[in-house]
């Protein structure tokens, strides 16, 4: 279980790893106290305040910084609507009405077309991947260069791991089923759905239950288990599909307006990013755990969990291709990032060949004991 306490006693030493010993005593070191300056920021976020997972990380980010720094930098979080409806929360901190936002880079593909990346492709890298990518393989540089120019700069803020493609109105036999459907799915998994025959729809979460009960929607892509079982999605749908070919390793993001970073001392802007490093990895964490349990409670509520049928998902595929092709040629920032995450999509493959799926096949089984 996330605590702030462990976390924030993690990061701290760390960092006195990092910069060594002072070499002076307690009584050396003691200086008279002297009246801290407070900073204040707003964070605005794309969930509902609060929500399991997703709303709740940016909340953890914020206790984490306020105990790292010793009360020097306050964060307020404000969920989706609170300050601004929540596909505003780009505008926001690239204009500097708030200080920070967290939510999905894919939903601003309409201003930068490479933004899809620091998310989700399909077929793309899971989350493991996804975090070396960013941060051992020049994903994020490539990120911040996307960023730029909207003044904001991005960090990692956590991942869901592997989706589940989605919540559907009627069983999915063959591609022809998708047409006509109407269905909740952003960035390129929109793109792609549209292109196999239904039409995608960009919404934020909190309008997926009732757009999905009153017929505004026939589908719909959330997260995993543990997020959709909290929004009560089977209560008006009946089928539960996988795998999440679309987000095969959903990334989100905290961003940071350039100004505002820029304006905090070095110790400060050193506790915001180790902040955002400790949470990215404790969402994954959180979720790799909390799945488990809520596929087993819908499972005992009768929905229907089926795998898309393998022609389904080869031409998913196909379509895929095509639809990241026609992006390649069309925006030179989308090809750039694309080489980069491509050459290391098919290294990580290679060698996942040989690890972690090699380990998957022999690990099958329900006990580690007969």
Not at 238 to 243: L, S
Request: proline share 5%; hydrophobic share 40%; with cysteine.
């Amino acid at each position: 279980m996330f605590t702030v306490k462990r976390l924030s006693i993690i990061l701290l030493a760390s960092l006195l790893v990092a910069c060594g010993d002072s070499g002076l005593s307690a009584s050396e070191s003691s200086i008279a106290p002297t009246k801290k300056t407070v900073i204040h920021w707003k964070l605005v976020t794309t969930w509902p305040k609060n929500f399991p997972g997703l709303g709740t990380a940016p909340e953890n980010f914020a206790k984490l910084v306020d105990r790292m720094s010793n009360g020097r930098l306050k964060i307020k979080v404000y969920g989706a609507g609170e300050v601004v409806p929540a596909l505003e929360t780009f505008s926001a901190v690239s204009s500097g009405t708030v200080q920070m936002g967290h939510g999905a880079a894919y939903y601003w593909k309409g201003k930068a077309p490479a933004a899809v990346f620091f998310t989700a492709v399909p077929f793309g890298l899971n989350a493991q991947e996804m975090n070396g990518w960013l941060h051992y393989g020049g994903g994020l540089a490539l990120w911040r260069e996307v960023y730029a120019p909207f003044n904001l700069l991005p960090f990692a803020g956590g991942s869901t791991g592997v989706q589940m493609a989605g919540w559907f109105n009627r069983e999915i036999n063959s591609l022809d089923d998708f047409k006509g459907l109407k269905m909740r799915i952003p960035g390129l998994g929109g793109e792609v759905f549209t292109r196999a025959g239904g039409t995608s729809v960009s919404m934020p979460g909190g309008e997926i239950f009732t757009s999905l009960q009153t017929g505004v929607i026939d589908a719909a892509e959330w997260v995993a288990p543990y997020n959709d079982l909290a929004f009560g999605f089977h209560n008006v749908v009946k089928y539960y599909y996988y795998p999440g070919w679309h987000e095969p390793g959903a990334m989100l993001e905290f961003i940071v307006n350039q100004q505002a970073y820029n304006a905090l001392p070095d110790d400060l802007q050193a506790i915001v990013e180790g902040a955002t490093r400790a949470i990215n990895q404790d969402m994954l964490d959180e979720y790799t755990a909390r799945n488990n349990a809520a596929l087993v409670d819908l499972r005992q509520k009768g929905v229907q969990i089926k795998p898309l049928p393998d022609d389904v998902v080869q031409a998913l595929r196909s379509i895929s291709a095509e639809v990241i092709q026609e992006n390649v040629e069309r925006d030179a920032m989308f090809s750039k990032v694309f080489d980069s995450f491509d050459s290391f999509r098919k290294n990580v493959v290679d060698y996942h060949k040989i690890s972690e799926e090699a380990y998957y096949k022999i690990r099958e089984g329900d006990s580690l004991v007969d």
